[in-house]
């Protein structure tokens, strides 16, 4: 019966949770793993690697699942936590987030019925951190290739090499 509270996260058990005296989880998280592996979520982002933001929103479900520990309002704030942790780092580093209100967020999560949906829920919200990455990107390179041009145009008949042009762009 104590057991029960794990059905939420049923589908990271591999469809059995034995009843047995046994821990469920071989081993223990603490919140500084979650911590963590949101830092490298943060950079996989900057660093627009879908690859590695995969692999490690898989890592960070994951321990989010163990430190959980079969409690789904747990999950759903630490969850939250993470995206609000997220806001605070895209804040200082002067990009706009996503500008989620964490308390909305945690009510959507509170709905979902199991842990793959609320994985999938989390998932989108990190796939939109990805698109405002890509988006900055795309608009910063289109700003230095104007100005890369702008000083061509200016400079045309000087002797331009890709040094000089690096520097002044």
């Known amino acids: 019966q104590e057991k029960e509270r794990y059905f939420f996260f049923r589908d990271n058990f591999g469809g059995y949770l034995l009843d047995v005296e046994e821990p469920v989880f ?12 949101n830092e490298v979520i943060y950079e996989a982002l900057i660093q627009q690697s ?3 933001l995969q692999k490690e929103l898989q890592h960070f479900f994951h321990i989010v699942c163990i430190l959980s520990d079969g409690r789904k ?10 995206v609000r942790d997220m806001e605070k780092k895209f804040h200082l580093a002067n990009m706009p987030g996503l500008g989620v209100e964490i308390r909305n967020l945690l009510d959507e999560s509170r709905k979902m019925e199991d842990y793959g949906m609320l994985k999938r ?18 608009g910063m390179e289109k700003t230095e290739l104007a100005r890369a041009r702008e000083y061509i145009e200016t400079h045309y008949q000087e002797n331009i090499s890709l040094e000089i042009l690096a520097r002044e762009v």
């Open 73 to 82: 309002e747990d999950a759903c704030f630490h969850l939250c936590t993470g």
């Open 26 to 37: 071989r081993r223990t998280v603490e919140q500084q793993e979650i911590q963590k592996s």
């Open 50 to 52: 879908d690859t590695a």
């Open 121 to 138: 829920y989390f998932s989108d919200i990190y796939g939109r951190y990805r698109e405002q990455v890509n988006g900055l990107a795309r």
